[in-house]
DNA sequence: TGCACGATGAAC
DNA sequence: TTCATCGTGCAC
């Protein structure tokens, strides 16, 4: 199965975030290898984005979406559970794909139908947060399956207070995927 | 130094 | 609809 290279994320966000749909997630902890494929995401478009947490601009947390493509974005939610985040775009560009919700594929216990629960389910906590996602134990990969899906647009989950931005449609998710947190 | 509030999930 | 639970960001 083939790695996902630098230049994949290094392009438009929301292209990005398209064509992470039918990958595979992929996190060894305690020598287990874990996997899901990935079925549902969100663009994150900064630093206009008022969804995005880079609107509040470069701080301690966000600095990671500031950073170079191809790393991991990694923050506690609710105090209680965490989200997984791709890093799009050149550095400097503070943009990211929140991934929601994963298929299993290997040595998933529990659901998946979510963020919080993909982190919990893949052993995914904010010790990972600006891991490089091409290096071994971490990453995305290729599965190399027929592009033959359909893809459904929505608006984004959570948002409501980013006013217009809450509207526009930048969550993706493969149609009729029972994984899908919220089809 | 204090405090209001989430890119959530589960129970009621 | 409500609540658990805590790091972050911004006001004092």
């Known amino acids: 199965m083939q790695k996902l ?8 966000t929301i292209v990005v975030a398209r064509e992470l749909l039918g990958k595979h997630l992929v996190h060894v902890a305690d020598g287990v290898e874990r996997s899901g494929r990935i079925v549902e995401v969100e663009a994150y478009l900064g630093p206009h984005d008022l969804a995005a947490h880079s609107a509040r601009g470069l701080t301690r947390r966000t600095k990671i979406m500031f950073g170079p493509p191809g790393h991991a974005y990694v923050y506690l939610i609710y105090g209680m559970y965490h989200c997984m985040n791709v890093v799009t775009q050149p550095e400097g ?6 991934l929601r919700a994963v298929e299993p594929v290997q040595n998933v216990e529990g659901r998946t139908q979510g963020p919080g629960l993909l982190c919990q389910a ?27 899906f359909a893809i459904v647009k929505r608006p984004r989950i959570g948002v409501d207070y980013a006013g217009p931005w809450a509207r526009k449609l930048l969550r993706f998710y493969l149609k009729g995927n029972p994984f899908v947190s919220k089809p």
């Open 93 to 98: 560009v503070a943009s990211a794909v929140l």
């Open 122 to 148: 893949l052993h995914i906590d904010r010790r990972l947060n600006g891991h490089d996602l091409l290096s071994d134990g971490f990453y995305i990969a290729d599965p190399g399956e027929p592009a033959g």
């Open 5 to 12: 290279p630098r230049t994949f994320y290094d392009r438009d």
